[in-house]
């Protein structure tokens, strides 16, 4: 099949590069064209617009920091991908974004009669790497069926939520709840050492309760090793629970997932931006 990939971060080159081993043939873009080498020396095709790449093709995911990257990849005037989309493509968003603004983004594909799903993808660099992501997917039946089997091509399972936006929704979810849980960690992790026990005990017999998430365990261990290559960046799990409670309404609609932001904002603040969320426990 042919399929275009738009976004070449830690997640999409990780993506777009399963979809090339699957036997798909790719033509990739980044704003970065240097990201795109890789792929390219393993066959994909690189472009210099979304535009232009994604003439001829079957299937179009984009994977992007924020809405303001999914809007200029998408819509921009002169060289958003809508504007060269086949007619009979699909349009697949895989980045994490605000439900408002994955419902407007459905209204302008809508608006041109093109297929389109948000399609976030739960899981990091490990799991992209190893094909096991879960695909929490908004969109018509149909066109979800029809594009399932490219999305198992990049992971290990495919969801079908509900009508476009109902992707994000569950993915924000998911990811405040992780916040809440690792902010949590770090603190009481902190307040355990405080009272005798060092981190690494208290994170390995947390680590064999029914209390503790496979996630969690694993997260436990970063913070007691103080080690914080990034898997999933503090900038980006800000970035997340910021746009959670924005959609709630604001932090009295979600008190608890907006105090695990403003933990969040503090490690930023420290400078700690690009490390994984497990950095957190430096605050303590």
């Known amino acids: 099949m042919k399929i275009t990939y738009l976004g070449l971060g830690a997640m999409g080159a990780r993506m777009a590069e399963n979809l090339i081993k699957a036997g798909h043939e790719l033509t990739v873009w980044n704003r970065t064209p240097t990201a795109a080498e890789p792929l390219v020396s393993m066959g994909a095709a690189r472009v210099d617009s979304p535009k232009d790449a994604v003439s001829g093709a079957e299937i179009v995911v984009s994977c992007v920091r924020d809405d303001e990257a999914s809007k200029a990849v998408w819509l921009d005037d002169a060289n958003g991908a809508i504007h060269g989309m086949p007619a009979d493509a699909i349009a697949i968003e895989s980045s994490t974004l605000t439900i408002e603004w994955v419902k407007a983004l459905g209204g302008a594909f809508s608006e041109k009669s093109l297929a389109f799903l948000d399609a976030p993808v739960l899981g990091s660099r490990p799991q992209a790497e190893g094909k096991q992501l879960i695909h929490v997917v908004g969109g018509e039946e149909n066109v979800f069926t029809k594009a399932r089997a490219v999305l198992a091509d990049m992971g290990g399972a495919q969801h079908l939520m509900g009508p476009v936006g109902t ?23 902190a307040a355990t050492e405080k009272g005798g026990i060092s981190k690494a005990r208290a994170a390995e017999v947390f680590g064999s309760t029914i209390v503790c998430s496979p996630q969690m365990k694993i997260v436990s261990g970063l913070m007691a090793q103080g080690t914080h290559s990034p898997l999933f960046p503090v900038e980006l799990i800000e970035k997340d629970l910021g746009y959670a409670v924005k959609e709630a309404g604001g932090a009295d609609a979600l008190p608890v997932t907006s105090a695990a932001r403003d933990v969040f904002t503090k490690a930023l603040e420290a400078g700690d931006g690009d490390l994984n969320m497990s950095a957190v426990e430096k605050l303590y």
Do not use: C, I
């Not at 992707?167 to 992790?189: D, F, R, Y």
């Open 167 to 189: 992707g994000a929704a569950m993915k924000l979810m998911v990811n405040s709840m992780m916040g809440v849980q690792v902010t949590a960690l770090a603190e009481l992790l």
